[in-house]
Nanobody, 115 residues
């Protein structure tokens, strides 16, 4: 079956950095657009960054210049490098795989930015 497993979330101070990882299995990874979404308490889930199967990248305005999404097709991994973290980046971060109307989601990893 399809599995997306996120890791790397933790408590970090403002201005710090984290790297989130997502390991995919059960899909032909190279065909899927991969994305990172986040959901803060009381808010809707929102797109953070997405990378298409062809490598086209989209970022939310709030993270442009601070976050970088990359993918490693042979390893079936997608990463989110997060720099200059702010308290407002605090959320559960979810990995997403999308192809032709089919969505798969991971279980999420908590990122908390606080001093």
């Amino acid at each position: 079956q399809v599995q997306l497993v996120e890791s790397g979330g933790e408590l970090v101070q403002p201005g710090g950095s984290l790297r989130l990882s997502c390991a995919a299995s059960g899909i032909i990874f190279s065909l899927y657009a991969m994305g990172w979404y986040r959901q803060a308490p009381g808010k809707q889930r929102e797109l953070v960054a997405r990378i298409s199967s062809g490598g086209t990248i989209t970022y939310a305005d709030s993270v442009k210049g601070r976050f970088t999404i990359t993918r490693d097709n042979p390893k079936k991994m997608v990463y989110l490098q997060m720099n200059s973290l702010k308290p407002e980046d605090t959320a559960v971060y979810y990995c997403n795989a999308f192809l032709g109307g089919t969505d798969y989601w991971g279980q999420g990893t908590q990122v908390t930015v606080s001093s």
